[in-house]
């Protein structure tokens, strides 16, 4: 059986495990890529820092799902480090187009989790995350205007 097939075999190991990277020292470095040459890459990213500020707060908050894509997000995060330290230009653009479908599905996986947060409490902490909150909450009202088209 491989690490990845026992990290996720009970949902409860993975929560816990979740709960734990979310809240690590570790993790706080973690963050989505804001400073890349793409800027949908860059617009995705700081939607995804917005999220994880608000789940690291409320670790408990993050699902399943969620916490595997943010897990496949950061592993592209790193093969594109790996591709432009060996400048393979048309590696660059391949693994750049997965980094942002990746970071796409962290949005979609995570914003109704750290909706969920909010909605708990987590916006009250501080006016930082009460701004996140309400930034979230726009998102997806934005994504069911998109659905009504």
């Known amino acids: 059986m491989s690490f990845l097939s026992v990290r996720f075999c009970s949902f409860g190991s993975v929560l816990v495990l979740g709960a734990v ?3 690590s ?4 470095g973690g963050a989505a890529r804001t400073d890349d040459d793409d800027p949908n890459v ?4 700081v939607v995804v820092n917005n999220i994880l500020a608000v789940l690291r707060v409320s670790p408990n908050s993050a699902g399943k799902l969620c916490l595997k894509n943010l897990d496949e997000m950061h592993k592209v ?4 480090d790996v591709e432009e330290t060996a ?3 048309f590696d660059i653009g391949l693994v750049r187009d997965v980094l942002e ?3 796409e599905s962290v949005i979609s996986s995570c914003s109704q989790d750290a909706r969920t947060a909010c909605e708990g409490g987590v916006a009250g902490q501080n006016a930082r995350l009460g701004k996140i909150c309400s930034q979230l909450a ?3 009202s934005e994504d069911q205007g998109d659905e009504l088209q």
């Open 21 to 23: 990277c979310l809240a």
């Open 25 to 28: 020292p570790a993790w706080a």
């Open 42 to 45: 860059n617009a995705k990213g």
């Open 77 to 80: 995060q790193k093969q594109l």
């Open 87 to 89: 400048q393979r230009s």
């Open 101 to 103: 479908s990746d970071m």
């Open 138 to 140: 726009e998102l997806e």
